[in-house]
């Protein structure tokens, strides 16, 4: 399998704007995981879906943020509309099942101006 | 006060010293996680624990429940070691909560 598949793997976009980053999970991981990463508040959980249901979305910081997990090969996070706080690398990351190690995409730097 | 705390956050080596990093944290786990961000920015997973000890290649990792403490070790450090190295510990759900982050550079 080649990993968890995310893209675009950089993203620079006006305020105000939509932006739609994408996964594609491990085949055959039950679990999808969408995180932050800030220079000020390091990793952060947004939420996480099993069997393509959110289970916890307590991590999204407003209501700006939306996720979907349409089938079990691919997920999106959206923003809109964007802002310049929003500048971050998001990560996509699977598992197979339960309390299994995570394997991470690369990631996708955004950056909001 | 963060549920996870690492130190030191950053730590200079040089190659063939043994290193060790620390993480502590304040809520009854389910199980520890040891992740190595390269500087390209990929977060790879290098343990998951729930007791005891695991050990790949001249990584160790330890954690002590009852004192709630972890440590990742590197024997005979490798300037290819140098990255940022993160603990997260994980409760009864998926869910993943880290630490900051420790910054490791190992010079020749």
């Known amino acids: 399998d080649a990993g968890v598949i995310q893209s675009p793997r950089h993203e620079v976009t006006e305020m105000g704007q939509e932006v739609t980053l994408r996964c594609k999970p491990i085949?055959?991981?039950?679990?999808l995981f969408w995180y932050r990463q800030t220079m000020m508040r390091g990793l952060e959980l947004l939420i996480y879906?099993?069997?393509?249901?959110?289970?916890?979305d307590s991590g999204m910081p407003e209501d700006r943020f939306s996720a979907k997990m349409p089938n079990a090969s691919f997920s999106t996070l959206k923003i809109q509309p964007s802002e310049p706080r929003d500048s971050a690398v998001y990560f996509c990351?699977?598992?197979?099942?339960?309390?299994?190690?995570?394997?991470f995409g690369q990631g996708t730097r955004l950056t909001v101006v | 006060k963060n549920e996870v705390e690492q130190s030191p956050q950053n730590l200079t080596a040089q190659e063939g010293e043994f290193i060790t990093i620390n993480c502590s944290y304040s809520?009854?786990?389910?199980?520890l996680h040891w992740l190595q961000q390269h500087p390209g920015g990929g977060i790879v997973s290098l343990f998951m624990?729930?007791?005891g000890k695991k050990k790949h290649g001249r990584l160790i990792a330890t954690i002590n429940i009852q004192e709630k403490h972890s440590s990742l070790h590197i024997t005979a450090s490798h300037p290819r070691d140098s990255a940022v190295y993160i603990c997260?510990?994980?409760?009864?759900?998926?869910?993943?909560?880290f630490g900051k982050g420790t910054k490791l550079t190992v010079n020749p």
């Open positions: 809520v009854g786990i389910s199980a």
């Open positions: 990351a699977s598992t197979e099942r339960r309390h299994r190690e995570a394997f």
């Open positions: 085949s055959g991981h039950d679990y």
């Open positions: 879906f099993n069997n393509n249901v959110p289970i916890d």
């Open positions: 624990l729930s007791s």
């Open positions: 997260a510990v994980q409760g009864g759900s998926e869910k993943l909560v």
